[in-house]
């Protein structure tokens, strides 16, 4: 695995003799650590602001069976393939846990080699869901004035760069997403959005008509840059 191909992998364990051992081993096999959360608030905080391929989630987090909800949000908002790493193998646990859809479930202790094999085959249908057309994003979790608010993807009409943040324009008002443009498009939406500018990207089902440098969106004009025009061009076509 090259350092251009190497896959970034987020640990979410709180006890921190086995998370440094998932560090090392994932280390080893030729993956990236994107960062490590031991609390249920650092566990959210880095879903909601690394850029990562896959998550390693133990379910007993705090003492609880916490994991199993964190799982869910991930399923629901997040949209990235998880692997449950826990101790619990018994039939309830892992009954529960099969609701929240994870890619894998590995049993403590493990071995490199299980590490490895579920990481690859977790991140091998990923890609192939994708490739199919299956992940489409629908929906995004963003924050407004402290509470979590999810938005259908398909609303939304366009995107403008506001430094560290994407803020995104729907019918219904305004919102505001942590990351810049660049990350909001790899990681919160799909292929319905193109960029036009390096300050904007809009929805193509959307888009009214094509100018010389602006963009009819639903109503809205948005500035064309010269260089993105043809791409738009051949999207659309």
């Known amino acids: 695995m090259t350092a251009q191909e190497k896959r970034r992998i987020l640990i979410c364990e709180d006890e921190p003799l086995i998370a440094e051992h998932l560090k090392v081993t994932l280390r080893k096999l030729g993956y990236e650590v994107a960062g490590t959360g031991k609390t249920e608030y650092e566990i959210y905080h880095l879903l909601k602001s690394t850029n990562f391929d896959l998550i390693l ?41 099969l609701h929240t859809r994870p890619s894998s ?80 498009l790899q990681n919160h939406l799909d292929e319905r959005f193109v960029r036009v500018h390096k300050s904007f990207a809009v929805n193509t089902a959307k888009i009214n008509s094509v100018g010389h440098n602006t963009v009819n969106v639903m109503g809205e004009q948005v500035p064309l840059g010269r260089s993105f025009r043809s791409t738009l061009l051949e999207k659309l076509s």
Not at 60 to 86: C, L, M, W
Not at 119 to 142: F, N, P
Request: glycine share 8%; with cysteine.
């Open 57 to 97: 989630l133990d379910i007993n987090i705090s003492g609880h069976f916490e994991g199993i909800k964190i799982g869910a949000f991930i399923r629901d908002f997040i949209q990235k393939p998880f692997i449950y790493v826990t101790a619990h193998s018994d039939r309830d646990t892992f009954s529960r846990a």
């Open 105 to 184: 479930y590995i049993v403590k202790p493990f071995k490199s080699v299980d590490i490895y094999t579920g990481i690859e085959l977790a991140l091998h249908t990923a890609d192939s869901s994708v490739v199919a057309g299956e992940r489409t994003k629908e929906t995004i979790l963003v924050n407004v004035r402290g509470n979590h608010v999810k938005i259908q993807v398909p609303d939304v009409i366009y995107l403008k760069a506001e430094g560290n943040y994407t803020c995104l324009y729907l019918l219904t008002g305004r919102y505001m997403l942590r990351g810049n443009l660049t990350e909001t």
